[in-house]
């Protein structure tokens, strides 16, 4: 981590509801809950896998559980290397600039490079696959050529300068030029490449027809409630139905019926708002909304692309009040609402325009995870909001899963059917182990008549889920990230990456105390840094009730705590993390459906002194399989505050295992496998992010040469990249 902003660790919740209720709903019983839920959930996922309905026909093979995680685990280490167990190998494929067209020159990665929307753009994150059989058609079987669909989040950048991108490391200051602010527009959204194994080898097609990518000026619809409203009108859509662009997208999901969805993370910081603009607006409820997604008047742009020039694709990225009208078709002042969705793409056909899916509500989005799909049930996705102090959600669609449409003819029409129309429910976490999903309904009546915020209708519910969550009193978490779904059982694993606001005696409104779900507060020394709060995070999992995926209560536990694995087993290292699984940082987490192996991913800056980014494999237990545990902390006036939370069964050597660390200050993410489970793809992200502007000229300076260092493309320049990891006896990965 540099000593720069980090645009990663937003905070704009202050909010005055606590992080968790202090008014308990009436105790259910945890232990009755658990069993009832245990027979029907279980019954009716079983019935749903056996028509083969997951994951758009991927089969759950079973690898009994004594074969799986039989490699050594690897050290934790600062190597400039990607480091993989005996008996692997990790190859890199695709990284930044690589050419996505025949006509597309080689990336010489010297700062000259142009045409980057015919190339693999930066910071590739959340990833999924999209098989093809040998005549090109889309396969859920194939296992030798697909589509790779991966997220381009952001840029390693200081001082609004992506300074790889530029030659002499780019201009700093205001105005930014055109050709510097064209090439990083374009490196942002997303990517498809095509990929195939051609004897024994796998490596991208340059001259695929799938390639293509979408970036932050691609035309893109507005699906859902929020359609058309008010809220979404601007000088691009006087009708409020498009918007350009997606931006700074993060985790990924694949939808049963075979689409990606990608979620668009922290997109707030992109955009500018002058000194005045709170008046401008006249203080009316639009200011409420913009602070309350982390843009204060006179907030200075991550980039300054709104200094770009005077055409509108760079006038875009200032959210000012600058027109005239009175609905803002003449403007960008409500540019910041067509931001913040999960949107979904149809990976194998370019052509159809991407839909953002409103009804999932808009936040700071993470992974969308499905529930196992159930015949004859709603589908439900769980998803998080990355921002300290923000909460999980859960969207549970009005129409009832029909297993023929695993199979769609347009993937983008079976969208419509399933995420355009839906209840949305935040989380609450009792201390009890129980929680609630609050529906975030205009018809609730603590939303429609919420004082801090006047809601006008569903699509501003929608527009605006932040404050609807707000409203209903949902439990602030520990920055949400990905959200698994395990396929075995259908329990919900979410990571919980850290939280530097936690504080036993809260200074601020944007401080929290422990709480049951996020019940740590400790310092870890980083060399001589005290890092205080939740610095090293926790993976929370949580089981439905009785009703599946519409269920309204669940109960939850804590899977593991991170922690280095000499820290205090009484407070800390609460889940006896041992040096071949310690870790710090949860991000990714993603469940293999071929081995049912839960792979977690970090993305961490607080162990980094020991360790560089890592990947571990696990074979999680379940809800319930630990035990409460109550820790005390000593307030400022000497009384005690008393934490109950629920620490799952600790990991054991074959439960829980490293199995890969990455190059210098990067971190892994994003995952996905061919469906034979024998080649997995990741993505090292921001190699060498530590590195300084000034130092562009002297390759010696970076902190990291990765992939270059590895044999893969021209220039020292570190580059994000996509690895493939096979095992050299030709096995399943992670077995
Ligand atoms: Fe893009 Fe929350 O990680
Ligand atoms: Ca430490
Ligand atoms: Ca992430
Ligand atoms: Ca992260």
């Known amino acids: 981590m540099t000593d720069q902003i980090d645009f990663n660790d937003e905070n704009s919740n202050t909010s005055a509801n606590p992080s968790f209720d202090s008014v308990l709903q009436a105790r259910l019983s945890r232990r009755g809950l658990l069993r009832g839920s245990v027979g029907s959930v279980g019954t009716a996922m079983l019935g749903g896998l056996g028509v083969a309905a997951c994951g758009g026909g991927d089969v759950v093979a079973a690898v009994p559980a004594a074969t799986l995680l039989g490699f050594s685990a690897v050290a934790k280490s600062l190597a400039d290397v990607v480091t993989v167990p005996a008996g692997y190998t990790a190859s890199v494929i695709y990284a930044l600039g690589d050419p996505l067209t025949a006509s597309t020159p080689a990336y010489k990665n010297d700062g000259t490079d142009t045409d980057f929307e015919n190339r693999a753009g930066d910071h590739h994150d959340g990833m999924e696959w999209f098989g093809l059989d040998a005549s090109g058609k889309p396969s859920t079987s194939a296992t030798e050529r697909g589509l790779l669909a991966m997220n381009h989040e952001a840029t390693t950048d200081e001082t609004r300068s992506s300074f790889f991108l530029h030659a002499n490391g780019g201009t700093a200051t205001l105005p930014r030029p055109a050709v510097e602010v064209d090439k990083e527009i374009a490196i942002h959204g997303i990517s498809v490449v095509e990929v195939k194994k051609t004897s024994g080898k796998w490596a991208t097609v340059q001259s695929s027809a799938f390639n293509f990518r979408l970036t932050c000026l691609s035309d893109i619809e507005i699906a859902g409630p929020a359609r058309g409203n008010a809220l979404l009108v601007t ?110 793409v149809d990976a194998y056909d370019k052509t159809r325009t991407a839909k953002k899916r409103t009804a999932m509500g808009r936040y700071a989005h993470e992974s969308a995870s499905f529930g196992v799909p159930v015949v004859g049930k709603p589908l439900a996705v769980y998803m998080g909001d990355d921002a300290r102090n923000e909460y999980i959600y859960k969207f549970v669609s009005t129409a009832n899963w029909d ?30 182990g129980t929680g609630l999903w609050l529906e975030l309904s205009i018809s609730n009546a603590t939303i429609a008549g919420y004082t801090g915020y006047a809601f006008a209708s569903q699509a501003d519910v929608c527009v605006n889920a932040r404050i609807a969550a707000d409203a209903v009193g949902a439990t602030k978490m520990d920055r ?30 944007s401080q929290l105390a422990p709480d049951s779900a996020n019940p740590r507060f400790y310092t870890d020394m980083k060399g001589t840094t005290t890092q205080s709060g939740n610095p090293n995070g926790h993976i929370l999992r949580m089981k439905e009730g009785a009703a599946g995926s519409a269920a309204t209560s669940f109960t939850w536990d804590v899977y593991a705590f991170g922690a280095q694995s000499d820290a205090d087993a009484t407070k800390v290292n609460l889940s006896n993390l041992t ?48 035990g409460k545990k109550t820790l005390s902390y000593t307030k400022a006036d000497n009384s005690t505050l008393s934490v109950d939370t629920y620490v799952g069964k600790a990991p054991t050597a074959n439960t829980l295992k490293r199995f890969l660390v990455g190059p210098k200050d990067c971190e892994i993410t994003g995952l996905c496998e061919s469906p034979d489970g024998k080649a997995m793809f990741i993505n090292i992200q921001h190699p060498g992010e530590g590195t300084r502007m000034a130092d562009i000229a002297d390759p010696t300076k970076y902190t990291s040469q990765w992939p270059s260092n590895a044999g893969y493309g021209a220039g020292q320049r570190p580059r994000t990249a996509t690895i493939v990891i096979t095992k050299n006896d030709g096995g399943k990965i992670g077995t």
Request: glycine share 12%.
């Open 235 to 344: 000088k691009y859509s006087t009708n409020g139905t498009r918007t350009r662009g997606t931006l700074n997208n993060c985790g990924t999901g694949k939808t049963p019926w075979g689409s990606f969805l990608t979620g668009e993370e922290n997109w707030a910081g992109y955009f500018f708002r002058s000194a005045t603009d709170d008046t401008a607006h006249n203080n009316d409820k639009s200011v409420t909304a913009l602070k309350r997604y982390g843009r204060n008047q006179g907030a200075a742009s991550r980039h300054g692309w709104e200094t770009g020039g005077s055409a509108d694709k760079y006038l875009r990225w200032n959210n000012s009040k600058t027109g005239i009208s009175s609905d803002g078709s003449d403007d960008y002042r409500n540019e910041l609402n067509t931001m913040g969705y999960i949107v979904e």
């Open 403 to 432: 297993a023929t449409d695993a199979s769609p003819i347009s993937a983008m029409a079976t969208g419509d059917k399933y995420l355009d129309s839906g209840k949305l429910y935040v989380a609450r976490y009792n201390n009890d």
């Open 480 to 509: 949400p990230e990905w959200c698994g779904v395990n396929p075995a059982n259908g329990e919900i694993y979410f990571t919980l990456t850290n939280n530097s606001n936690r504080r036993v005696d809260p200074a601020s409104s």
């Open 579 to 626: 040096v071949d699984q310690d870790f710090s940082s949860p991000d990714g987490l993603v469940f293999s459906p071929y081995t049912g192996i839960m792979w977690i991913q970090t993305d961490d800056g607080a162990y980094t002194d020991v360790t560089n980014c890592m990947m571990l494999a696990a074979q999680p237990g379940q809800v319930g399989d630990g």
